[in-house]
């Protein structure tokens, strides 16, 4: 079992900068996949970036340049920092942790954070 705890979230002016944390409980942080996600109002929830264990990163096409995943083994949390923000970032940021290849499938997350960007 894996519980997730987002935090950071908040209201950020246009060209802001801020950065989210994703603390972790349990065993398995070490070896998960970590991702951050997001959901507008009346959109689905999308893929913004991924970290492996060994610390490997994946970002959706949308965000490359602005987004900047990276995780704390020792601390057990992942963060992501976003720079240069823009109206259309504004959502609920959602911490997520599945299973790495070969490992029996899980995934957990957390109840999210918001990111209100807006003058």
């Known amino acids: 079992q894996v519980q997730l705890v987002e935090s950071g979230g908040g209201l950020v002016q246009p060209g802001g900068s801020l950065t989210l944390s994703c603390a972790t409980s349990?065993?398995?942080?070490?070896?998960?996949?970590m991702g951050w996600y997001r959901q507008a109002p009346g959109n689905q929830r999308e893929l913004v970036a991924e970290i492996t264990p060994d610390g490997n990163t994946d970002y959706h096409d949308s965000v490359k340049g602005r987004i900047s995943i990276s995780r704390d083994n020792a601390k057990n949390t992942v963060y992501l920092q976003i720079h240069s923000l823009k109206s259309e970032d504004t959502a609920v940021y959602y911490c997520?942790?599945?299973?790495?290849?070969?490992?029996?499938?899980?995934?957990?997350w957390g109840e999210g954070t918001p990111v209100t960007v807006s003058s």
């Open positions: 349990g065993s398995l942080f070490g070896i998960s996949i």
């Open positions: 997520n942790a599945r299973n790495p290849p070969s490992v029996i499938r899980y995934s957990y």
